[in-house]
């Protein structure tokens, strides 16, 4: 069983910082890809940054230039450092793990942490 955990959200300033960890648990395999996702309310979960385990990102044109995405294998951690928040970046971020093999798709998700940009 493959478990995420994920801290660090909460209330910021516009313009301010945050930085989001994700911890996963299990027996999970090697290569992988992990990910930040998030969900405004009455809005579908959208895309925000992935990363593969060989460190190849992709973000959110949304997010581009304004967050870092980064993991370290040996924790089974990864991270999202978000910075010049803005009150649209408001959402529950949830965090992504999957992988392929042969026969089958694996693609846990995390219990999300809330972000509030607010003045």
């Known amino acids: 069983q493959v478990q995420l955990v994920e801290s660090g959200g909460g209330l910021v300033q516009p313009g301010g910082s945050l930085r989001l960890s994700c911890a996963a648990s299990?027996?999970?395999?090697?290569?992988?890809?992990m990910g930040w996702y998030r969900q405004a309310p009455g809005k579908q979960r959208e895309l925000v940054a992935t990363?593969?385990?060989?460190?190849?990102?992709h973000y959110a044109d949304s997010v581009k230039g304004r967050s870092t995405i980064s993991r370290d294998n040996a924790k089974n951690t990864v991270y999202l450092q978000m910075n010049s928040l803005k009150p649209e970046d408001t959402a529950v971020y949830y965090c992504?793990?999957?992988?392929?093999?042969?026969?089958?798709?694996?693609?846990?998700w995390g219990q999300g942490t809330q972000v509030t940009v607010s003045s």
């Open positions: 992504n793990l999957a992988w392929v093999d042969a026969t089958w798709t694996y693609d846990y």
């Open positions: 299990g027996n999970i395999f090697s290569i992988n890809t």
């Open positions: 990363i593969t385990s060989g460190d190849s990102t």
